[in-house]
């Protein structure tokens, strides 16, 4: 059964910055690491959003939501099956729990991106929470 494992998160006052990671283990029987993670987030009454994605499987290209372009970074860490966001200049809008999604099928080849959606991934972490304090 595949796991993501997210560490990261915390309170932290607006304009500072806080590190989210990922770990996703490989899913015995896909024998391989997951084409597309991403990073979403969630508040209380809203839709869950994508934040940024990134294609594991080549290209390595990420994508962000609009909000946050200029301000996280996501990128793979030192082991391919894990997943980094960096976030700066934070805001008390980016108060949420944050989800650390994955899918290991040839379907998200190619869609790999913020438009993909929630369904788009099989895999969920629990979530970590993002505080903002103005």
């Known amino acids: 059964q595949v796991q993501l494992v997210e560490s990261g998160g915390g309170s932290v006052q607006a304009a500072g910055s806080l590190n989210l990671s990922c770990e996703a283990s490989?899913?015995?029987?896909?024998?391989?690491?997951?084409?597309?993670m991403a990073w979403f987030r969630e508040v209380p009454g809203k839709e869950r959003e994508a934040v940024a994605t990134?294609?594991?499987?080549?290209?390595?290209?990420?994508t962000y939501a609009d909000s946050v372009k200029g301000r996280f970074t996501i990128s793979q860490g030192n082991a391919k099956n894990t997943l980094l966001l960096q976030m700066a200049n934070l805001k008390p809008e980016d108060t949420a729990m944050y989800y650390c999604?994955?899918?290991?099928?040839?379907?998200?080849?190619?869609?790999?991106?913020?438009?993909?959606?929630?369904?788009?991934?099989?895999?969920w972490g629990q979530g970590t929470q993002v505080s903002v304090s103005s």
């Open positions: 490989r899913y015995r029987d896909y024998g391989h690491n997951p084409y597309c």
């Open positions: 999604a994955a899918d290991y099928h040839v379907d998200i080849i190619g869609r790999c991106a913020v438009t993909a959606g929630t369904s788009s991934f099989g895999y």
């Open positions: 990134i294609d594991m499987f080549m290209s390595g290209i990420a």
